[in-house]
């Protein structure tokens, strides 16, 4: 059979056609002589990871290091989560703290959402009047609003305060009800979370109050007896 050779394909080591060539992820690259299978010639390092500082936590739990791939936390405890968001030198439990000492509840709270830490967000929110919370709501940034709720839904269902965070919830809805309405897929969520919450709180309080409203019965009934002075045999009174 006759070859046509094209002098287009024509290069130093011999027309374009006659070479073998493998195909791979990043083009047509021409293997080892004797090699059938990949390229023995390639050499895969791993990437460098830098350490500047590891600390360790006085109790022993846990120890993080600062490296180049970030901050990395490692602990015994498996309810410790740290995932701050928008991270600076500036946001720091300590700066928290100096602004509710100043009465700065905006801020402080933007510190704690920022840090993302429960327990933070917990000490700001129960430490800001209720007379402050529809004006913080209003100011707070709309980005942080899913977040503080989520938090908001966790307390619900395990604070003693529901009346308090009660008020959080419906000044968030009250006043960002239409920015959160265009979000709404995003957060549907965290809505039924608040629902669930809300549900099992009144069967608590439901069941509570029923059995308070029979027990006082009881105690007035036996109030009355006990002024006519006519005890029956059978009561004993306590």
């Known amino acids: 059979m006759l070859q046509f050779l094209r002098s287009d394909n024509m290069t130093d080591q011999g027309p374009l056609d006659l070479m073998e060539t493998e195909e791979h992820e990043h083009g047509s690259e021409i293997p080892l002589p004797g090699v059938s299978k990949g390229d023995f010639s390639k050499r895969r390092v791993a990437p460098q990871i ?16 600062a490296t180049t791939e970030g901050l990395l936390i490692y602990s015994l405890d498996n309810t410790l989560t740290f995932d701050p968001v928008d991270l600076d030198t500036d946001i720091t439990p300590l700066t928290m ?29 129960e430490q800001v009047p209720e007379d402050r919370i529809h004006y913080v709501v209003g100011a707070l940034p709309l980005h942080h609003l899913t977040s503080l709720l989520k938090f908001l839904v966790d307390q619900l269902g395990a604070s003693r305060h529901l009346h308090f965070y009660m008020l959080w919830i419906s000044s968030i809805l009250t006043t960002h009800g ?6 709404s ?10 629902v669930s919450a ?14 308070n409203q029979y027990f006082m019965d009881v105690i007035l009934t036996l109030g009355k007896v006990k002024s006519s002075h006519t005890l029956p045999s059978d009561i004993d009174v306590f």
């Open 50 to 65: 830098n350490v500047h500082s590891v600390q360790f936590c006085p109790t022993g739990q846990s120890w993080c290091a």
């Open 97 to 125: 703290r100096a602004a509710l000492a100043s009465e700065s509840y905006l801020k402080a709270l933007v510190i704690a959402l920022r840090l993302n830490t429960s327990d933070l967000v917990v000490e700001v929110l």
């Open 178 to 183: 239409p920015a959160l309405k265009k979000t």
């Open 185 to 194: 897929s995003q957060i549907m969520s965290t809505l039924n979370g608040i």
């Open 198 to 211: 809300l549900t099992a709180q009144t069967r608590t309080l439901s069941s509570l109050c029923d059995s």
